[in-house]
T-cell receptor
Framework: DAGITQSPRYKITETGRQVTLMCHQT?????MFWYRQDLGHGLRLIYY???????DKGEVPDGYVVSRSKTENFPLTLESATRSQTSVYFC?????????????FGDGTRLSIL | AQSVTQLGSHVSVSEGALVLLRCNYS??????LFWYVQYPNQGLQLLLK??????LVKGINGFEAEFKKSETSFHLTKPSAHMSDAAEYFC????????????FGSGTRLQVQP
């Protein structure tokens, strides 16, 4: 089915471990985004990508790494997880060069770091 | 840079009553404005968007919002609340400058009492 899928849906890991969250979209959207959702903060932008091999930092990028070798995939890696990175992570994508197009969101990954 | 303020982290209404969720934005360039809804354990779903056409925007599920430039507001309304409207609602702004990503408000949780 067409859409945007995130995996895993739930993840528990320990501090200091590396963890990768996957995001895959089937629309061939040029733009992709990673947000984290924390109580009282809404969603905050971690990283975004305008096209394959083009990525840039968002509002809260520290401790995260992204790559985009293919248009449809945009993985997010926590190189050495910390408890402050416990959150719900959402991937989104949209088409077009103008920001008036809506973003489409995955169902999220709930990440707990012990 | 853009920002969004949602007044009221929790709003409670009776079934059949008017729903009013407040959103004020700040943007140095013409904004695009969005309302998203989030049901438990799900991603965000677009309710409606303003992209500089009509100032009164109609969305899904009977919701509408009015863009008021003089008040820098984009409040969300629904004439008659239904139990199924209980969810978290996010107002977001973007523009054709900078990161071209969404900047979200902190969200408003809507409760609907029977």
């Amino acid at each position: 089915d067409a859409g945007i899928t995130q995996s895993p849906r739930y993840k528990i890991t320990e501090t200091g471990r590396q963890v990768t969250l996957m995001c895959h979209q089937t629309w061939s959207h040029s733009y992709m985004f990673w947000y984290r959702q924390d109580l009282g903060h809404g969603l905050r932008l971690i990283y975004y990508s305008a096209a394959a091999d083009i990525t840039d930092k968002g509002e809260v990028p520290d401790g995260y790494v992204v790559s985009r070798s293919k248009t449809e995939n945009f993985p997010l890696t926590l190189e050495s997880a910390t408890r402050s990175q416990t959150s719900v992570y959402f991937c989104a994508s949209r088409t077009g060069q103008t920001s008036n197009q809506p973003q489409h969101f995955g169902d999220g990954t709930r990440l707990s770091i012990l | 840079a853009q920002s969004v303020t949602q007044l009221g982290s929790h709003v409670s209404v009776s079934e059949g009553a008017l729903v009013l969720l407040r959103c004020n934005y700040s943007s140095s360039v013409p904004p695009y404005l969005f309302w998203y809804v989030q049901y438990p354990n799900q991603g965000l779903q677009l309710l409606l968007k303003y992209t500089s056409a009509a100032t009164l925007v109609k969305g899904i599920n009977g919701f509408e919002a009015e863009f008021k430039k003089s008040e820098t507001s984009f409040h969300l309304t629904k004439p008659s609340a239904h139990m199924s409207d209980a969810a978290e609602y996010f107002c977001a702004v973007s523009a054709d400058t900078g990161r071209r990503a969404l900047t979200f408000g902190s969200g408003t949780r809507l409760q609907v009492q029977p």
